[in-house]
């Protein structure tokens, strides 16, 4: 599958940083660094624009490493890019940390995911079927 790109950030293409990586790694795209306090959140440009296919999405997540050392995480995981949508990548970065976290251009904030998509046809019904499982939501199935 090829996906059309709008770079106008100054820094390299989204890539695949191993041979099976599922995600390529979103770069911030800033003029000044930001400042993000605890419990705050900020959108982060990328500078990027895609034209994904029909039946496609793209899909913004946190990057693990940067949840685990920093508290950053993507605020909206995960962030859901249509198909139908032409404008610029962006970000919602969040703070969970008790610090402030600095994130600079260039910045590795997030991965992109391409996804193939489905739109069903919803059937309204009076009931479902059953199922061992029922109605049991939260931790109707164990705790360990």
């Known amino acids: 599958m090829n996906i059309n790109i709008i ?4 820094h390299q293409l989204p890539a695949y940083e191993t041979k099976d990586s599922a995600g390529m790694d979103l770069r911030a ?3 000044l660094p930001i400042i993000i306090g605890p419990l705050e959140r900020v959108l982060i440009k990328t500078g990027l624009f895609i034209e994904l296919p029909s039946g496609y999405e793209a ?3 946190t990057r693990s490493g940067m949840a ?3 508290g950053l995480s993507v605020l909206n995981s995960p962030g859901t890019i249509d198909a139908d949508y032409r ?7 969040v703070n969970i940390s008790n ?3 600095e994130v600079k251009d260039g910045d590795r904030v997030a991965q992109l995911i391409i ?18 499982r029922g ?6 199935t164990g705790f360990n």
């Open 99 to 101: 610090e402030q976290q």
């Open 135 to 140: 109605a049991g939501g939260f931790g109707s």
């Open 59 to 61: 899909q913004v997540r």
């Open 115 to 132: 996804a193939s998509i489905e739109q069903p046809e919803l059937i309204e019904v009076k009931e479902l079927n059953k199922t061992t």
């Open 29 to 31: 795209n800033l003029e």
């Open 7 to 10: 770079n106008r950030s100054n």
């Open 68 to 70: 685990l050392k920093k």
């Open 87 to 93: 404008g610029e990548i962006g970000v919602i970065l």
